[in-house]
């Protein structure tokens, strides 16, 4: 990439691109910069310049093509700002503000095209708080409370068009077990049972069944990183353990592969050493093979499916800092 960065978001454009935008330097100041990797030449160039520097936001892919960009540090708060980049033109536009600044959120876009924000950090407290953002009109509305106020989350799409929330960090830094089930149709949230492990900084991914697998974290009041690994069926709303990864992992990257497969990388294990070592989950067995390395020890990075089937992971932080580097598996 242009600009080292973590905690940065990248997102899969309609033309195959991964956009790139924001995260932190290695000084830990918010970035305005944005990139765009093209798959066909494996070279990054730079792109429109966000209005906010933020880090710890989200990114949400608008069935227009455009990419909303919200909340997260801006170096001197957690911001409510949000704004859209065209890929057309490669500029941003400020667009409605959230009713709550937040960081460490999850936005998820739901069947209707708009785009559902949960929780998140606001400086003080973790939030319960969520908004719905109308593309058509700009403006967020404020939705039903989770149950349970969370930054550090996950936030993964259901079948049914649901929204599972899972674990995250209460406003003590403690993590949670519970998880709790968004209703697009009455904007509502309904508890479900808990996962057998409390997890922050955790990883959520959809399967082709259906289920989810939900991956290491940590839970930072005790310092402890997890290795187990565990499945969401929507079908009971109930937990059962799978097969557990070969090593402890929070801060890493899940990708669910076209083969089905889940492939993990990196992250931070329970001796705060940076890793870059990957497995491989299979849903059919439940058991996890370790696969090639990455180049680089690296947490807090991104990963995302290219058109082709590879996995571009890009960036993320290490001993050194923060990395430019990418790499394709």
């Known amino acids: 990439m242009n600009v080292a960065r973590f905690a940065h978001t990248a997102s899969t454009l309609a033309n195959g691109s991964v956009f790139v935008a924001g995260g932190y330097d290695s000084n830990y100041t918010p970035l305005n910069s944005a990139e765009l990797y093209n798959p066909l030449t494996g070279t990054w160039i730079t792109t429109g310049f966000m209005n906010d520097a933020r880090?710890?936001?989200?990114?949400?892919?608008?069935?227009?093509?455009?990419?909303?960009?919200?909340?997260?540090?801006?170096g001197s708060l957690y911001t409510n700002s949000a704004e859209l980049y065209n890929p057309l033109t490669?500029?941003?536009?400020?667009?409605?503000?959230?009713?709550?600044?937040?960081?460490?959120?999850?936005?998820?876009?739901?069947?209707n095209g708009n785009v559902l924000v949960a929780g998140g950090f606001?400086?003080?407290?973790?939030?319960?708080?969520?908004?719905?953002?109308?593309?058509?009109?700009?403006?967020?509305?404020?939705?039903?409370?989770?149950?349970?106020?969370?930054?550090?989350?996950?936030?993964?799409?259901?079948?049914?068009?649901?929204?599972?929330?899972?674990?995250?960090?209460?406003?003590?830094?403690?993590?949670l077990y519970s998880a709790?089930?968004?209703?697009?149709?009455?904007?509502?949230?309904?508890?479900t049972a808990n996962m057998n492990t409390e997890r922050q900084n955790h990883a959520a991914s959809t399967l082709a069944n259906g289920k989810v697998l939900v991956t290491g974290g940590q839970d930072f009041n005790i310092h402890s990183v997890f290795n187990s690994a565990e499945l969401y069926n929507p079908s009971t709303g109930n937990w059962?353990?799978?097969g557990s990864m070969s090593v402890t992992r929070a801060?890493?990257?899940?990708?669910?592969?076209?083969?089905?497969?889940?492939?993990?990388?990196?992250?931070?294990?329970?001796?705060?050493?940076?890793?870059?070592?990957?497995?491989?989950?299979?849903?059919?067995?439940?058991?996890?093979?370790?696969t090639a390395s990455?180049?680089?020890?690296?947490?807090?990075?991104?990963?995302?499916?290219?058109?082709?089937?590879?996995?571009l992971v890009a960036g993320g932080s290490n001993s050194g800092g923060a990395l430019n580097s990418a790499e394709v598996y």
């Open 251 to 290: 801060f890493h990257t899940a990708s669910t592969l076209v083969n089905g497969s889940v492939l993990v990388t990196g992250g931070q294990d329970n001796n705060n050493n940076y890793l870059n070592s990957a497995e491989l989950y299979n849903p059919s067995t439940g058991n996890w093979t370790t």
């Open 240 to 242: 059962i353990t799978t």
């Open 180 to 191: 709790e089930l968004y209703n697009p149709s009455t904007g509502t949230w309904t508890t």
């Open 122 to 175: 606001d400086g003080t407290s973790a939030l319960s708080s969520a908004e719905l953002y109308n593309p058509s009109t700009g403006t967020w509305t404020i939705t039903g409370n989770m149950n349970t106020e969370r930054s550090d989350h996950t936030a993964s799409t259901l079948a049914n068009g649901s929204i599972l929330v899972t674990g995250g960090s209460d406003t003590s830094g403690a993590a």
């Open 55 to 74: 880090a710890y936001h989200t990114a949400s892919t608008l069935a227009n093509g455009f990419v909303l960009v919200a909340g997260g540090y801006d």
């Open 294 to 311: 990455m180049s680089f020890v690296r947490d807090c990075h991104t990963a995302s499916i290219l058109a082709n089937g590879k996995v």
């Open 90 to 111: 490669g500029a941003w536009t400020i667009t409605g503000s959230m009713n709550d600044g937040r960081g460490s959120h999850t936005a998820s876009t739901l069947a």
